[in-house]
Each structure stands twice: as structure tokens, then as C-alpha cells.
């Protein structure tokens, strides 16, 4: 039986984005924002429609979206080749005026983060297989985001649901849309195995997210844009590469509250304190 959905309001959209999904990366991280789609969204789609208009040729405006991986490393429309988008300050300031936009409507940010090395060892079969090793990676960290929210939802905004929307594309899509289907009833949560109190600890089952993951192109959710910032920088930290710092200020300000709920800042303030501004040039 499906938990009873606690609220009254569909309000607020959670916007999902990966990144390291490839069998290359050694860690997968997924992030995104939560926005009330009342109240936040229309200046959000207007803010982001001026950083096209600001940084994007007029031919070129038409379906543009903006990819972190492309403004940070100078490729695509961001080519470090064409004169304009030489130096990379100039670049990183379009990632840190996307970022802006986080900070300015002070949406909270949601993360999931999983090391691939070892993961399921002993217990889940098949994860010699990459694809299978990343796709189930891929939805632990998704569930992972799903727990946050509907943890923010309850602490911050009780009488509200949400649904989320997550980038199309990946391989996990059927694996991920299974096990939401899953953390949303108990009878199926107990037919896996998972019993009641460890659910219960857990914040299981999913109880302010309604439906299940629906996946679309940037183009057609313009907010996935956010939610690729978020994914991309925490990317790079986890594999000790350097982000602009003004990036990853934003960044972990707006995921900080999770670090305050899990009462465990030891492992942020280290991030925090060993990054370093990128380098002139540095593109790893």
C-alpha cells in the first residue's frame, strides 16, 4: 500500500542532474534545487533568460542551455579557442552568475554521492558489469536526493508535495523509476527485504514525493541547468579538482542544511578549507 502523501499543496519541483555516470569517474554524484514553482520559478526562468541573453549570440539563442562541463573546460559554444572565451575567468564568471541565481532565491540544494570502488561488495551480483555497477550507483545517489527533499519538505514546508524532474538520458532511467515505485510502499519495501526499522530510520517510505521521476531534456526544464551546476561541482570535489570558489561557496551554502542535519560537519569543513582557485589555464 502507498504511504499516505502528507500535504495539501503540489508546490515545489525538484530538479535532478548527474554527474560521473560513465564507468570512468571514480565517484557518481547526483544534485539539484528544490524550487516552489509559484513563487520562485517565474524569476528564476526570467534570470536565466538574461544570462542567455548576456552571454549567448542571438543565433544561437533559440534552445541554448547552458552545460557547466562546457563553460568550465572551453568547449561548445564556450570554445577557449575563440577569442572572447580565452581566459577562463571570463567563462567562470557565467558559472558563478548561474550559481548567483541559487544564492539569490536561496533554494536549497539536495546531493547524493557514492564512491563506486567496492560498492555492493559481498551483496549485490552482476556489479562486475560498469553499466550495471554505474546504474545502480546512479540510483542509490537519486535516492539519496529523494530522501533530502522530502526531509526539507517536512521540516520547512509540511503542507507541501513535489514532484521531480530529472535529465533525460541516462541508463538508469527504468532502475531508478522501479525503485521510487518501491520507497513509495511499504508492502513492496518488506517483499525486498528491507525491514521496518531500518525503513523508519531511513525516512522511508517517500511521503511528500508524488508520482514517480520524470526525465526530460534542459531544453525543455530549463532549471536542469541548476541542477547541472550542483552536480558538476561536487564532481570535481570529489575528485580533488579545483571549481571557482565563488561556485562552490554558493554550492555548499545552499546543501549545507543537510550537513546540519546529519549533525556531521567535520567532512565539509575539510572540503571546504583544502580548495584552492583554479589555476590560470587549468582545464583537468
Known amino acids: 500500500m502507498n504511504a499516505p502523501l502528507l500535504g495539501n499543496d503540489l508546490e515545489r519541483l525538484v530538479y535532478l542532474d ?25 524569476e528564476f526562468d526570467r534570470r536565466v533568460l538574461k544570462l542567455i541573453d548576456k552571454y549567448v549570440s542571438e543565433e544561437n539563442r533559440p534552445d541554448f542551455v547552458f552545460h ?24 567562470w564568471q557565467a558559472l558563478y552568475d548561474l550559481a548567483k541565481i541559487v544564492e539569490d532565491l536561496k533554494l536549497p540544494v539536495v546531493a547524493g554521492t557514492y564512491k563506486k570502488e567496492g560498492f555492493g561488495a559481498g551483496v549485490l551480483s552482476g556489479l562486475e ?16 536526493c529523494l530522501l533530502h527533499a522530502d526531509a526539507w519538505l517536512e521540516t520547512y514546508a509540511p503542507t507541501e508535495l513535489a514532484t521531480v524532474i530529472h535529465e533525460d538520458g541516462t541508463d538508469a532511467k527504468r532502475l531508478i523509476k522501479h525503485s521510487v515505485r518501491a520507497l513509495r510502499d511499504e508492502r513492496l519495501m518488506f517483499e525486498y527485504g528491507l525491514d521496518r526499522e531500518t525503513a523508519k530510520a531511513a525516512g522511508l517510505p517517500l511521503k511528500r514525493i508524488i508520482d514517480t521521476v520524470h526525465f526530460a ?15 558538476f561541482t561536487l564532481g570535481r570535489l570529489l575528485k580533488d579538482r579545483a571549481m571557482p570558489p565563488d561556485v562552490v561557496r554558493v554550492v555548499f551554502q545552499s546543501v549545507w542544511w543537510i550537513v546540519e542535519r546529519k549533525n556531521d560537519r567535520s567532512e565539509a569543513r575539510r572540503v571546504l578549507a583544502g580548495l584552492a582557485e583554479p589555476e590560470e589555464g587549468q582545464s583537468s
Open 217 to 231: 531534456e534542459k531544453a525543455d526544464a530549463r532549471a536542469l541547468q541548476l541542477a547541472d551546476l550542483c552536480a
Open 129 to 144: 558489469r560498469p553499466s550495471f555497477k554505474n546504474n545502480m550507483v546512479q540510483d542509490m545517489a537519486v535516492l539519496g
Open 68 to 91: 557547466a562541463t562546457d563553460i568550465f573546460h572551453g568547449s561548445r559554444y564556450f570554445d577557449h579557442r575563440k577569442p572572447e572565451w580565452a581566459n577562463p575567468a571570463d567563462r
Open 18 to 42: 548527474e554527474a560521473g555516470s560513465d564507468h570512468r569517474p571514480p565517484h557518481l554524484a547526483v544534485a539539484g534545487v528544490i524550487i516552489h514553482g509559484d513563487l520562485e520559478w517565474p
